[in-house]
């Protein structure tokens, strides 16, 4: 029992992870939008995704017990233990970059947290009720904006262009549970999306095909998220998000 | 005709006089309507280039819990833009005009943006000094003349005393951390005391557009009333924090009920006003940056918006 | 004595936190220079400021005792305890902004380790002789450079003139010395450059006027570096430098 | 016609067989030059793409000698590039050709530098490993049959093992330094050695260019020799930082005097080749991005020495 605990522990871990740096890089853009009304709504994507990460954690660190706090994952665990996919890490880009990313990502949460619902742990059931609303307003503004955009300029389409080619790699990591997954995916507790991955294309298919876009038939793949294997964006992230933390060990704040 | 201008200037003192609210399509004096434009313009662009020195340290913020904090606070200031802008909009000013006009430097913003934030201490010391400035400001103009100002201000005050005391409580966990913590806690306190002053603006005598703008109560409290206030309600929760007080003349007034304070360096402030900040440069650039950034979105957002248009057209 | 010394030992500490900040920003070209040539060039310039960096603080490490070290200087002092010049600290922006900012620094250097080979203090001399030879080749550099690109195109002219008038209201403190340096100064031990700023301006205004460029009028100036009152860059430059070492506490490497 | 080409390629081969030097104008088969210019320029490219993933720890590096030493480093890797540049140069491929090719993806680079460099241990690794596999290579291309090629290898096999000891040096400070450290030194070597192996190009049996290349002297050893020895001089240098071998299966072969070393992973090999590194993608675009920087600086080069030479015409 002990050692099931550890793992939904990691598990926890490893979707904390996934929201704290998607959410940071959203984070961001802060009095970089294009328009006011733009940093107000890309400052709510980055704070449900904060709000998540908060809640993963803070169930992770309630399993690890010994005192340990959510801030205890988010700022004193160093790169090679961060277990989000890669596709959460790459730096924001342009508009496009960021778009194609959230349509990508809010397309995926939307099964993966339906699903997650069902899980037999509680605790995870009840943050997937909690998010799936959010996730829903995500995906429709990155559905709009993906169609906008697709349809809009030559230049806006050229940019989406790019950014779908840029990220298509990254994204077949997402359908590919390891060891531990596996185990509690057997066990009710995880989520499977390798049985979901053909709605995942087929949903993005038909948003791609209404904004006038390509998917990209590129062949490449990056994988290594769940392994700790980062691409070199992550370690500048976490230089940056725990220097304060840091740099005084054991303050409060 | 100039009589009825008269009579039209008059019936719209005795308005103003009767506290009634002046709404957009109601006629104004072209002055009140300049004055106004400049006055809510400028605290629009005051929330807008805000965000700028808040947002330094969102990617850095020290717990989980301030970043989204943080984050939240610096969403509610583009928020507050945003209403700023609408109400300069109903003036007849539009937003690419507002734009416009604070990229040329035009129209300002408030000065205390031209200083860095060095630390995560200066987090603390904006959101309590500096929004709290901001606060004694906005109370009073709740009551302004002119309504979609008076309105925009109640929504804006209700956020702001909410970012005041997170502000505030950042202070608490520095105060009363570890020696590092309180030492950073000091010297922000330190370092945005002043300028926090500066943000009421000149002393009444050297006012400008005060008289006037009292007159037709776009302003209600006089900036050394105003100031008074900050004054006043700051010392006790400097005391509270066990922090030393940066105005080391101060003196409780029996008399006048009041503190006395140290004098204002005046110069300082128009220094920074003129250029010599550290940040002055920068805001702009950066704003200019983004904007420049982003117009290929906007673009392709209006392009969209008219392909629409006409494919409906073409299918009716 | 015991009090001369630690003012010896801040001025050192100034002149390193000079040298290692802008040496930093320079380090910051590499793989970025606009050919191969320039990255191995830029890459001297960068060397040379970490290596005079290493010399200031390696003495300000003497006088303080208790062994301390270079390293204790560099990684762990806090932004408000840096007391370089803001002009080091900028982000090394566009390739003319570089060369601006070098241009400014080399003509001021020049004049600057000159007199420092003067000083009474024998170590700051030594510093001084060993710096001066590469200043010149510095120099050589940055004069070359700023009249090849002032007279170039007019896409260089047009860089050269925004670096000009972003660089120059940086340029004032440089000769601003403050009552630490200034009773330095009259023990015949720091550099007096109230003196000197005359000649920096005359030989700026040759080389500006040689390269078909002018002199901004702009009236701002930005001071506050050796009051450790920085600019928003300084901080996140020191997140990224300090990260490894203070992740790791006591470690050697 | 023929025959007196049969006759100057005999003659080559006579040569090049006697241990001659070719140099830049003397005849050459024309697959000769091709070859050489693929290899060369391949070496080249992989000094200026190396520059990166080392880069990205110079303003991190924890330690002043080790930021002053890792920035000489990269900046004799870009001089190593020089080096071999000139030398493709020699054979009538000039550098903007060599620069196309690399950014087209025509022409190749190690492909070690896919792998990204996540911790500061990765840089002692890609010293201590990858500078020594390189070394492995570099040491038996001293001999090689073209000229300019060998005289840039003696020039850059003196400052790789310095490289390379350095590296290694930074691997000893964290091996025997807190657990951290060792551990971190642990997880770079396990990352960096396999990659290590596969620098030296498939087996012998598999190598598309080897034979030609050997005949021609082009090539001095084979890849699978060069593999062994790399792996042999690897053994004790493990053990003296006290790690774990990252080959589990490594076994001493008393018959051969040699390491027998367990399976390289060769689909990784060619998975990372084609395009699903860490960051081939992100190599390439950052070189894209920074050669498109420079542009209007090279530009202003060229436009500043016409004009100068114009100036002086009409002064004359």
Request: a negative charge.
């Given at each position: 029992m002990a050692e099931l605990k550890d793992k939904i522990q990691q598990y926890a871990t490893r979707l904390g992870d996934d929201s704290l740096v998607l959410g940071h890089r959203i984070s961001e853009w802060t009095s970089h939008g294009p328009f006011l009304e733009e940093d107000i709504a890309l400052g709510n994507v980055a704070l449900d995704y904060v709000g998540r990460a908060r809640m993963f954690y803070s169930y992770a660190?309630?399993?690890?017990?010994?005192?340990?706090?959510?801030?205890?994952?988010?700022?004193?665990?160093?790169?090679?233990?961060?277990?989000?996919?890669?596709?959460n890490e790459l730096p924001r880009g342009d508009f496009a970059f960021t778009i194609v990313r959230q349509l990508f990502v809010d397309v995926y949460f939307n099964y993966y947290l339906t699903e997650l619902k069902k899980s037999k742990d509680p605790e995870l059931a009840a943050i997937a009720t909690k998010s799936l609303k959010e996730t829903r307003y995500h995906l429709r503004r990155s559905r709009d904006w993906t169609i906008r955009l697709g349809i809009g300029t030559e230049e806006s389409k050229t940019r989406m262009t790019k950014a779908l080619n840029d990220l298509w790699g990254y994204t077949h990591e997402l359908f590919e549970p390891d060891e531990l997954e596996i185990e509690l995916i057997e066990l009710g507790i995880a989520v499977d999306m390798r049985e979901l991955k053909a709605n995942w294309l087929s949903d993005i298919k038909a948003i791609v095909k209404e904004a006038e876009l390509e998917i990209p038939d590129a062949e490449w793949a990056v994988r290594g998220g769940r392994e700790g294997f980062h691409t070199e964006h992550l370690s500048m992230l976490l230089t940056i998000m725990q220097s304060v933390h840091r740099a005084n060990p054991g303050a409060n704040w | 005709m100039n009589s009825s201008l008269s009579d039209l200037e008059q019936a719209f003192q005795a308005k103003i006089d009767a506290e009634q609210k002046i709404e957009p399509k109601d006629w104004m004096p072209a002055k009140y309507r300049s004055n106004l434009v400049r006055q809510v313009s400028q605290h629009g662009h005051s929330e807008v280039i805000g965000m700028q020195p808040e947002g330094n340290w969102i990617t850095r913020a020290p717990s989980l819990r301030r970043k989204a904090v943080l984050l939240a606070k610096v969403q509610d200031e583009a928020g507050h833009g945003l209403y700023l802008y609408s109400a300069t909009e109903t003036l007849g000013t539009s937003r690419a005009e507002l734009i416009e006009a604070l990229q040329t430097g035009k129209a300002k913003y408030a000065s205390i943006f031209n200083y860095p934030t060095q630390t995560w201490g200066d987090i603390g010391a904006i959101g309590w000094l500096v929004d709290g400035a901001a606060i004694c400001n906005q109370v009073s103009l709740q009551r302004t003349s002119y309504g979609p100002y008076a309105r925009s201000m109640i929504r804006i005050c209700k956020e702001e005393s909410f970012h005041q005391r997170q502000g505030y409580q950042i202070m608490i966990e520095l105060a009363k951390g570890t020696p590092a913590q309180k030492a950073m806690?000091?010297?922000?306190?330190?370092?945005?005391?002043?300028?926090?002053?500066?943000?009421?603006?000149?002393?009444?005598?050297?006012?400008?557009?005060?008289?006037?703008s009292m007159k037709w109560k776009i302003k209600r409290e006089t900036n050394?009333?105003?100031?008074?206030?900050?004054?006043?309600?700051?010392?006790?929760?400097?005391?509270?924090?066990?922090?030393?007080?940066?105005?080391?003349?101060?003196?409780?007034n029996e008399e006048r009920g009041h503190y006395d304070n140290g004098e204002i360096d005046w110069e300082e402030f128009t220094s920074v006003i003129n250029g010599n900040g550290h940040c002055n440069r920068q805001r702009i650039s950066h704003h200019v940056a983004a904007h420049e950034e982003g117009s290929w979105v906007r673009e392709a957002q209006n392009a969209y918006n008219k392909k629409m248009k006409a494919r409906r057209a073409s299918a009716a």
């Open positions: 660190a309630e399993l690890a017990g010994e005192g340990k706090t959510e801030d205890d994952f988010a700022y004193l665990r160093d790169e090679r233990e961060f277990q989000n996919y890669l596709i | 806690a000091q010297d922000s306190l330190n370092r945005f005391y002043w300028p926090s002053l500066m943000m009421f603006g000149p002393h009444d005598s050297d006012s400008a557009h005060s008289a006037q050394d009333d105003l100031r008074q206030k900050f004054i006043d309600q700051t010392v006790p929760q400097i005391e509270y924090l066990g922090l030393e007080h940066p105005d080391k003349d101060l003196k409780w």
